[in-house]
C-alpha cells in the first residue's frame, strides 16, 4: 500500500515538513533541469532532512520512527547520520523514495532546516576507480564548468562499510533563490551499508 505526501502519516504528523516538501521538489526539478541531469534516467535513492540543533533532530528523529525503523545509526565524519527506512514510501519526482537521511547536527548552521538533498545513483563502470568515475561524472555533465553552480567532490568514511561512497554533490552559488542540493554517488546507500 502507498500512501502519497498528502496523507503520507509522518508529513501530516510533521506539518511544516509537509508544507515544505512540494516546493523541495519543484527546487530539486529546477535545479535538475539547470543542470541538465533527467531525473527519470537515474534513481533517486534517498532523500535528506537538515537541522541546526539537536532538540530539533531528536524531535524529526522521534516522528519518523513512528513510520518507519532505523536503517543505519553510523558516525560519518564526526557526527551521527541516522537512515530510516519508511514503512510507506513518499513520492517525489515520479519516483517512490523510502529512505530519509538525518544527520545530527555537528557546526554548520544551514540557513534553511529542513529538505535539503537527494542524492541518486550512476553505477560504477565495470572496472572503474573511484578517481575515474569522479572523471566520468565531470565529463558527462560538465558541472565544474558552469558559474553559477557549486560542485563537490567528498568520499565520506565510516567505519564499517566496505564499498567506496564517493559523491558529487551539486547546487547552486545563490541559496536564496534555491538551496537545494543534488548528490550523485555510484551504489544505492542500502547497498553500502549492508556488504
Known sequence: M???????PFCIEVADLLES??????KIQTLAQIINLDLNEYEIDHIALRV???????????????YGTV??????NGRIIYLIKLKYPLHFAGQFIDIIELPFPKN???????WEHIEIVIPFLQNETTESWVE????????????????????PKVEGEQLPN??????LMDKAQN???????PYNIKKVIEV
Open 136 to 155: 566520468r561524472i565531470s565529463r558527462l555533465f560538465l558541472w565544474n564548468k558552469l558559474d553559477n553552480l557549486k560542485v563537490k567532490v567528498s568520499e
Open 166 to 171: 564517493p559523491s558529487v554533490a551539486v547546487s
Open 52 to 66: 541546526n540543533t539537536e532538540d530539533k533532530a531528536k524531535y524529526w528523529l522521534t516522528q519518523l520512527l513512528k
Open 2 to 8: 502507498t500512501i502519497f505526501n498528502q496523507s503520507h
Open 21 to 26: 516538501f512540494s516546493s523541495f521538489e519543484k
Open 108 to 114: 554548520k548552521i544551514y540557513p534553511i532546516e529542513g
Open 179 to 185: 538551496h537545494a542540493c543534488i548528490k550523485v554517488h
Open 71 to 76: 536503517l543505519s545509526n553510523n558516525a560519518v
